[in-house]
Nanobody, 117 residues
Framework: QVKFVESGGGLVQPGGSLRLSCVPS??????????IHWYRQALGKDLEWVGF???????DYAASVKGRFTLSRDNLKNTVYLQMNDLRPSDTARYYC?????????WGQGTQVTVSS
């Protein structure tokens, strides 16, 4: 089962932006034909679905991030991006990307996003 490597997290002030990246740990796995989901989990809280990106570059988002977050993909770089704008303290969480239906035991380490002044 392929795992993904998430990166791009960090500490940002409210209203700031970050761009997260998601690449397969096995470079022979192509994202071109698969839907990639993003999730996040804040400390002590339940896992929350953030959005998904389809091979046809369609996307959908949770209501909590719609209008602020944008998913895109670069098939040549085999990478899915999550552009996060107008970040809020409530966006603080560890962010993960995964295939549809992939069990969380097979997920990567995620990347931490902290929004704080």
């Amino acid at each position: 089962q392929v795992k993904f490597v998430e990166s791009g997290g960090g500490l940002v002030q409210p209203g700031g932006s970050l761009r997260l990246s998601c690449v397969p740990s096995d470079s022979s796995f192509s994202i071109n034909a698969v839907t990639i989901h993003w999730y996040r989990q804040a400390l002590g809280k339940d896992l929350e679905w953030v959005g998904f990106s389809t091979p046809s570059t369609g996307a959908d988002y949770a209501a909590s991030v719609k209008g602020r977050f944008t998913l895109s993909r670069d098939n040549l770089k085999n990478t899915v991006y999550l552009q996060m704008n107008d970040l809020r303290p409530s966006d603080t969480a560890r962010y993960y990307c995964a295939l549809a239906g992939q069990e969380d035991k097979d997920w990567g380490q995620g990347t931490q996003v902290t929004v704080s002044s």
